[in-house]
């Protein structure tokens, strides 16, 4: 989850939007309704994640696409191929940051720079759809609450797919989840204990309205305007069950 900019070509295909039914199925079966990952009961269903990522690989989006249609399919790529990435290395790690090179560089030879990816004859890695696509290419600070980079302190991975029909009340319902799950945003009247996510891409949140606006749009304890802003440690623990 590197925060610098990745530019790659956005690839196309002339695909009709997807159907994210087999995403959908299996965000179902393992994964439970705080965003937690039984991926051991996953990894036998690797076949299936294949199918679908497949599919993505074959169906890139083009602009016959609405922007709905286009932004869904890039948030259940990033998280259906972290979710593979995850797989094809379990159950011998406790972390995403486990994969990769021993020599760990910053912003090099991360998890996030492995181009495992394919998508319309394009070899890409995880922070070319983050930030060479989403970021680049849709205006929607939200996406911070739905990519989700198999840590704890991450978004929790919603138990079905993003679909373009109701996609802005899932992001919406992403972002109530996030910032009033007190282990990743603690907020009361006077201070707020902020993910560290908020602080990344606080750039991204602030092109709308301040950060506090953000949090009390969500929070069920609304913090003051001048309330404290502080940022807690991020777990990397894998956020499995």
Not at 76 to 85: E, G, S
Not at 169 to 198: M, P, Y
Request: proline share 4%.
């Amino acid at each position: 989850m590197a925060v610098f900019s990745s530019c790659t070509a956005t690839p196309t295909s002339t695909a009709a939007p997807v159907d994210h039914a087999a995403w959908d199925k299996l965000l179902k079966k393992h994964v439970n309704d705080k965003g937690f990952v039984n991926y051991t009961a996953f990894k036998k269903d690797y076949a299936e994640l294949k199918k679908y990522l497949d599919m993505l690989s074959a169906s890139a989006p083009n602009d016959k696409w609405s922007k709905d249609e286009q932004l869904a399919y890039w948030i259940n790529a990033y998280n259906a191929f972290t979710i593979q990435l995850i797989l094809d290395n379990y159950p011998g790690i406790t972390s995403i940051k486990d994969i990769g090179s021993k020599i760990k560089i910053p912003f090099v030879n991360t998890p996030w720079d492995i181009k495992f990816i394919t998508i319309g004859g394009t070899k890409m890695d995880l922070n070319n759809i983050e930030h060479g696509i989403i970021r680049k290419k849709f205006d929607e600070p939200r996406i911070h609450f739905a990519l989700v980079c198999a840590a704890k302190s991450c978004p929790p991975l919603r138990n079905e797919a993003f679909v373009a029909e109701r996609l802005d009340k899932q992001l919406d319902e992403q972002g109530r989840d996030f910032i009033n799950d007190k282990t990743k945003n603690n907020v009361t009247k006077n201070k707020a204990d902020l993910s560290k996510i908020l602080s990344w891409y606080g750039g991204d949140f602030t092109k709308t309205m301040p950060i506090i606006d953000w949090v009390n749009k969500y929070s069920t304890v609304k913090a003051d305007k001048k309330a404290s802003v502080t940022h807690m440690d991020y777990d990397w623990d894998l956020n499995g069950k």
